[in-house]
């Protein structure tokens, strides 16, 4: 009986922690790029708690954006509180842990190591803190 109760104490918690989530543009950058942070909720939420962002400047944000999407068939709600960041110096940075409170629950992402080097060649596209545009529409140089 108490290895069925463990089981379902896992599943039940996989599935909780997908209410809440982060999402970063890079995991290696250079110096002079901008990091884009998305913490993302999938249910209504509240007392949103971001990160102290150590390592980082907070060049904007936080911008916050809600919206539903269809996938199947299944709706999905969404709402994002959206940063930009410059890193402060080369090495390794970690986007701690933001909350937030959904149905009287705390939930937390993981934290996110990024590693910052030399600066890069820009390609022109400035980073922004613009709604993503869907892989499907992205133009791609593979052909």
Do not use: C, W
Not at 45 to 59: L, N, Q, R, Y
Not at 95 to 110: N, P, Q, R, W, Y
Not at 122 to 137: C, R, V
């Amino acid at each position: 009986m108490k290895t069925v109760l463990i089981i379902m104490l896992v599943s039940v918690s996989g599935f909780a922690q997908g209410l809440f989530e982060v999402r970063t543009s890079h995991t290696t950058m250079g110096m002079n790029e901008l990091l884009r942070v998305d913490f993302v909720t999938h249910d209504d939420g509240e007392k949103f708690a971001a990160p102290s962002f150590e390592g980082f400047t907070v060049k904007e944000g936080p911008v916050t954006r809600s919206y539903e999407e269809a996938i199947n068939g299944k709706r999905k709600y969404n709402f994002e509180y959206a940063y930009l960041l410059q890193p402060q110096k080369k090495g390794t940075a970690t986007i701690g842990a933001a909350s937030v409170l959904i149905g009287g629950d705390e939930f937390k992402t993981t934290p996110v190591a990024i590693t910052i080097g030399d600066a890069v060649k820009l390609t022109g596209k400035l980073q922004t803190l613009e709604p993503p545009i869907h892989p499907a529409y992205l133009e791609t140089d593979d052909e």
